[in-house]
Nanobody, 124 residues
Framework: QVELVESGGGLVQPGGSLRLSCVASGITLDDYAIGWFRQAPGKTRERVSCISTGDGRIYYSHSVKGRFTISRDNAKNTVYLQMNSLKPEDTAVYYC?????????????????WGQGTQVTVSS
């Protein structure tokens, strides 16, 4: 059974940093594309960042590029999202997701495997 568990969310002031973690179980992470998505109240889910399989190509949304960094530790079956220079508009529930198809996950934003989400609130 595949399970993804996120952690690391919380309340942070504007300009601050957080590091989200997503631990995967039931699968071998290096066989999958992995991504972080977020959803703010009243808004549709947004792709934040994604790592493809194979070539390891990395994608970032325009809104987070230069501030967020995605990484993966296959030995620990864990993916991270380092978030720096946080802004109030980054406030959302953040989800990790995996899929064997990089196109499906990183382009279409689809996956059969999602974590439960972790809340990130950026406020003074």
């Amino acid at each position: 059974q595949v399970e993804l568990v996120e952690s690391g969310g919380g309340l942070v002031q504007p300009g601050g940093s957080l590091r989200l973690s997503c631990v995967a179980s039931g699968i071998t992470l290096d066989d999958y594309a992995i991504g972080w998505f977020r959803q703010a109240p009243g808004k549709t889910r947004e792709r934040v960042s994604c790592i493809s399989t194979g070539d390891g190509r990395i994608y970032y949304s325009h809104s987070v590029k230069g501030r967020f960094t995605i990484s993966r530790d296959n030995a620990k079956n864990t993916v991270y999202l380092q978030m720096n220079s946080l802004k109030p508009e980054d406030t959302a529930v953040y989800y990790c997701a995996i899929d064997p198809s990089p196109y499906r996950l990183c382009v279409s934003g689809g996956s059969d495997y999602w974590g439960q989400g972790t809340q990130v609130t950026v406020s003074s």
